[in-house]
């Protein structure tokens, strides 16, 4: 592998591989530098399920039609219109052509899972899951004759004059040295690094668990930011959601989430509630119990079910803790038990008519004079046996990252960085200032992968 | 059953049913996504549902090195091979020809010496073409049990699967929907279509599901083959040799080409395949069988393109001797796993 590359990508996720497969279709010689070995390459890609887009027709596995100003919509509301709108719009517009343009680069869709029949529309998934899609990537980049190194860490990009002159990695124990005419920065945020973390968010931190990629630990960000590079978001904002408390520390994905909670009693390690679990519907609520759960001594929650709710919900990774009673789960769970029986005796005292309890919409089934009040979906807990799970915040993504144009490319206080391009989880705050629209990181990696391979590919020939 | 085989299935299981990411794949997900729990019948019904094909393995972010070690097509397969073996009758030889092919080879030198003895010790008085070596009579009397015991066998078998199962009344749709999908053998498409990931790790290829239909195609061309002959024989009173366009003849020449090629690049394909993906202790086994069909295959064509030679005896022993062998060792060797996927596939049919 001794030869001049014109560009290279570093990262090796869902953004890295459209900017390098569009690169190469230009006709650049690309080399990825992707810090994972291959069993975990593509970053939080491998995590994904689907890829929102827009449609004016049924296309794909989409139905109906979603159009522009719809999307545009939906991200504003979770973004509390933390966005830039030209760079959404762009996202948004060019998401229809991104659809076909995957399927001829190998990626196959399939129909919305079960559990999931409100995304059919908006979201394509893929089949197998993110992974699936990483894979036919990585075979069709292989094809344009891209180079792949894994286990190739960067540490340093020098920055002078308004441009990357090279780049510093390591690779099989040896320090390397690459001088390409541009560089593509496709390497996500840095929520791995549990340091970084802690000093963004303070000590809590170390009780996070990271959801996704044990590789995404923010070293490029780190070293550009620090040599000035025009930085988007801050450092303590981070995408989190309250996830099952036995999952791994790392990597853990879609299968820790709990949606059990609108069906529960939720109460901190002194069994004492802390907020509504019946507020919304769970989509909409799992990203602010993620923060609630922070702010809890030790960071953690505990959910109790009783008998009624069991199968009201998805299916966990882990199966619950189980007990014939509320004490005998106390004890299995660590809380102290006169203290939970007297938290779930008042919230049992304070449910009312629970006929009209319907487990999928807002049924107003509350509580009354509770405080805090459940104001949805509220039965009492009473019908042993009784189920109980811990809860964590669990990290999806940091949203600190790089300030980009409509072009995908870098700027520092001289002006545009001649040959640096960022795409994905890395420049994505850029766009999601806040909040999080499911499917929504893998538009802005596919349209700005796709852009920055296509304006490096012009830069370098 | 073997309690830890199913358990290690069940908790991967458990692991899929929180993720659904596969869905679309093949027959499995959609049947597992259905149960919250799984009973040990349930393991065994998904295991008998899996064809193998490892997309789920290559699109799973939750495979080795990562803690959850899942690797469920491996987990199945070895769950597959158990049921069969445990609901095999009689027991005691169930648990040979699954994982040895060295006692699928012994049991075709056992055959090839019974039918050279059949030649020299019951022979023929008269007859014409094969019927001079061994006489009609004697070649019935050898094959007509050791055809019927199989058939005896699997049907008790399969009685015990669809027991496990639980598995209800069947009704012809329940067949009909069954039989789809192994004709178009879909559970080796995939979802997309694009067939499975065997022989080169992620890379999509039909080329497993071609082999398997030449085998299964032309195993069924030969059946028909030596089906027509018996009517032939029996009810039309035309007796072999039979003339090169006759029905006998074309369904058995191009069943045994495909037989013969289908065996051959199956095998190649699965010396390729990576072992850890399906049930490593079976690999001798399922290879000998090949190898075993094959034979039966190759050495049928050479009797035919041989047959009027000095040779013919002593190939129509070894293809005689192959295909006994071949008969009395099917409930025990991966030839009983068509009758299972069927069974499988029909019962799936039922709960869709």
Not at chain 1, 405 to 428: F, H, K, R
């Amino acid at each position: 592998m001794h030869r001049d590359y014109d560009i290279t990508v570093i990262g090796g996720g869902n953004a890295a591989l459209c900017a390098a497969m569009t690169a190469a279709e230009a006709g650049a010689k690309v080399l990825i530098l992707e810090a994972a070995p291959k069993p975990y390459r593509g970053g939080n890609s491998r995590h994904t399920r689907n890829f929102r887009c827009m449609h004016t027709g049924p296309l794909g596995p989409l139905v109906d039609d979603y159009s522009e100003e719809e999307y545009l919509a939906d991200l504003l509301k979770v973004t509390g219109g933390k966005t830039n709108q030209h760079l959404a719009r762009l996202a948004i517009r060019t998401s229809e052509e991104c659809l076909p343009w995957m399927r001829d680069h190998g990626v196959r869709f399939q129909p919305s899972l079960s559990g999931t029949l409100s995304l059919g529309r908006t979201n394509a998934f893929f089949m197998g899951g993110g992974k699936g899609l990483v894979n036919a990537y990585y075979r069709s980049a292989e094809r344009l004759g891209v180079d792949v190194l894994y286990e190739a860490h960067v540490a340093h990009l020098e920055l002078d004059g308004g441009r990357v002159t090279h780049i510093d990695y390591t690779y099989e124990g040896r320090t390397c040295r690459i001088a390409p005419k541009a560089v593509i920065v496709a390497s996500g945020g840095f929520q791995a690094d549990m340091d970084w973390l802690a000093r963004a968010w303070g000590p809590a931190a170390q009780n996070f668990l990271i959801r996704g990629s044990p590789y995404n630990r923010g070293v490029v960000l780190a070293d550009l930011l620090e040599q000035g590079v025009h930085s988007v978001g801050e450092a303590d904002q981070c995408h989190a959601v309250a996830i099952d408390g036995r999952s791994p520390k790392f990597d853990g994905g879609i299968v820790t989430r709990l949606d059990c909670v609108p069906f529960s009693v939720v109460v901190n390690k002194n069994a004492e509630r802390f907020y509504d679990e019946g507020e919304d519907v769970w989509p909409k609520r799992y990203a602010i119990w993620g923060r609630l759960v922070a702010a809890q001594p030790d960071q953690i929650g505990y959910v109790i079910i009783d008998a009624k709710s069991l199968e009201l919900f998805m299916p966990s990774v882990f199966p619950p803790l189980k007990a014939d009673t509320l004490d005998d789960l106390a004890n299995q769970m660590g809380l102290p038990a006169d203290k939970l029986r007297k938290t779930i005796d008042g919230f049992n005292a304070a449910c009312g008519d629970t006929s009209t309890f319907h487990p999928t919409e807002l049924d107003g089934v509350a509580t009354n004079g509770l405080k805090p009040p459940k104001t949805n979906w509220a039965r009492p807990i009473t019908d042993p046996p009784f189920y109980g799970y811990s809860l964590r915040t669990g990290v999806t993504f940091t949203y600190l990252g790089l300030k980009v144009d409509e072009n995908a490319q870098c700027s520092s206080d001289q002006g545009p960085i001649q040959n640096l391009w960022a795409a994905g989880e890395t420049m994505a705050g850029s766009i999601l200032g806040q909040g999080y629209l499911a499917g929504f990181g893998m538009t802005i990696g596919t349209v700005f992968g796709r852009i920055a391979g296509r304006e490096a590919a012009a830069y370098a020939n | 059953m073997q309690i830890d085989l199913v358990q290690e299935a069940r908790r991967q299981a458990e692991i899929c049913n929180a993720c659904r990411y596969c869905e679309g794949y093949c027959s499995v997900f959609p049947a597992l996504h259905r149960e919250r729990a799984f009973a040990d019948g349930d393991i065994t019904q998904l295991a008998n549902l899996c064809h193998n094909c490892r997309g789920c393995y290559y699109a799973c972010q939750y495979t080795a090195p990562h803690e959850f070690d899942l690797n469920l097509p491996k987990a199945l397969a070895e769950v597959r091979r158990d049921s069969w073996e445990s609901y095999a009758w009689p027991q005691p030889v169930a648990r040979r020809f699954h994982t040895y092919g060295g006692a699928i080879a012994l049991s075709l030198v056992v055959g090839i010496t019974l039918t050279f003895l059949a030649l020299r010790f019951i022979g023929s008085r008269d007859g014409n073409g094969f019927y001079a070596v061994l006489s009609h009579n004697a070649m019935v009397a050898i094959f007509l049990p050791a055809f019927l015991f199989p058939l005896v066998s699997l049907a008790k078998s399969l009685r015990r699967y669809w027991r496990a199962v639980g598995g209800q009344t069947l009704r012809f749709r329940n067949f009909s929907a069954a039989l789809s999908m192994v004709a178009q053998m879909k559970d080796l498409a995939a979802g997309h279509g694009d067939g499975c990931n065997y022989e080169d790790e992620d890379r999509f290829s039909h080329a497993r599901r071609y082999a398997h239909q030449a085998i299964m195609y032309g195993f069924l061309l030969c059946f028909a083959a030596t089906s027509a002959g018996t009517v032939m024989h029996y009810v039309l009173d035309m007796p072999a040799p039979y003339a090169i366009w006759s029905v006998p003849k074309v369904f058995g020449l191009t069943g045994g080409v495909l037989l013969t090629v289908g065996c051959g690049w199956m095998a190649a394909l699965k010396i390729r395949a990576e072992r850890n993906l399906g049930d490593a202790r079976a690999w001798g086994g399922d290879l000998g069988f090949i190898a075993l069909l094959g034979f039966v295959a190759f050495s049928g064509l050479m009797l035919y393109a041989l047959g009027s030679t000095a040779a013919m005896p002593v190939l129509l022993a070894l293809h005689l001797g192959s295909v006994l062998s071949f008969f009395l060792i099917t409930p025990y060797s991966k030839m009983a796993h068509g009758f299972y996927r069927l069974t499988a596939l029909i019962r799936e049919a039922q709960q869709k």
